[in-house]
């Protein structure tokens, strides 16, 4: 994958989270707060300019009240996000087996619609 392709990636992804959030007429700054993160992270997410991992992915998608795949939207390019998502590795910093399981799943539905694009 390309830099230019990583940006894009990216910011796509970060858009898709702003606007989750704005529709939840949540503000940056408690996002921040729930994940334990900076509201300066959460711009720079937000802008694509940090590169978010799964779970914390799966965090904002919990906290949201949204599908995880719902960040994905209008990428377009299915191989490039396929090799995207092969890239990212999931993070081994889940306590419990449900959240593995819960996470699990939702990157199944997320490869399955990416299937079907």
Known sequence: MTDQEKAF????I??????AREKRS???HVLA???GLSRASVVNIEKGRQHVTMHTLW?????????????TEGLGQQSTTK??????K???SFTTE???????KEIEQFVETLNKS
């Open 26 to 28: 949540m503000k940056q």
């Open 98 to 104: 449900s959240e593995k399981d819960a996470v699990r």
């Open 83 to 88: 090799i995207e998502m092969q890239r990212m």
């Open 9 to 12: 990636f990216y910011s796509k």
């Open 14 to 19: 970060g858009e898709n989270i702003r606007a």
């Open 90 to 92: 999931f993070d081994d």
């Open 33 to 35: 707060e729930m994940l």
């Open 59 to 71: 965090q904002i998608a919990s906290l949201l009240n949204t599908n995880f795949s719902d960040f």
